[in-house]
């Protein structure tokens, strides 16, 4: 997604970014392809968990913090395991105010993996 943040300016563009995400997460929700009925390619469990997080990350990035926390939640439900799930977690609520259970989501995904110096030092701060 920090790729796509340049084409966050433009409302055309994220209309666009957004209908093609929600159209491969409604087909891998009904068909587990990215094509639809049609598309005979069954893709990987770990395409809907990432575009759940890519979801999340669209909502995110054009403040709706609502639909963001639904895809992020479900990403969890799917995968509790993944720590980049909670990081993003925690900058949704941070992004609406709540710092203090942010803090506490950075913590929980650092538990997952304390050899993570990155996310160590994150969560130091």
Not at 44 to 57: G, M, S
Request: hydrophobic share 40%; proline share 2%; aromatic share 10%.
């Amino acid at each position: 997604m920090t790729d796509l943040k340049e084409l966050y300016f433009d409302p055309a563009k994220v209309a666009c970014i957004e209908a093609q995400l929600l159209k491969w997460h409604a087909s891998m929700d009904e068909f587990n392809t990215l094509g639809g009925a049609e598309d005979e390619e069954e893709q990987d469990p770990t395409v809907i968990l990432w575009l759940k997080i890519f979801v999340a990350q669209h909502y995110l990035f054009v403040r709706d913090l609502d639909k963001a926390l639904v895809y992020i939640n479900q990403g969890i439900e799917h995968t509790p395991t993944h720590i980049d799930l909670y990081l993003i977690k925690a900058q949704i609520l941070q992004k609406g105010g709540d710092w203090k259970r942010g803090q506490e989501l950075y913590e929980e995904g650092r538990m997952l993996d304390q050899a993570d110096r990155a996310l160590n030092a994150l969560s130091a701060k």
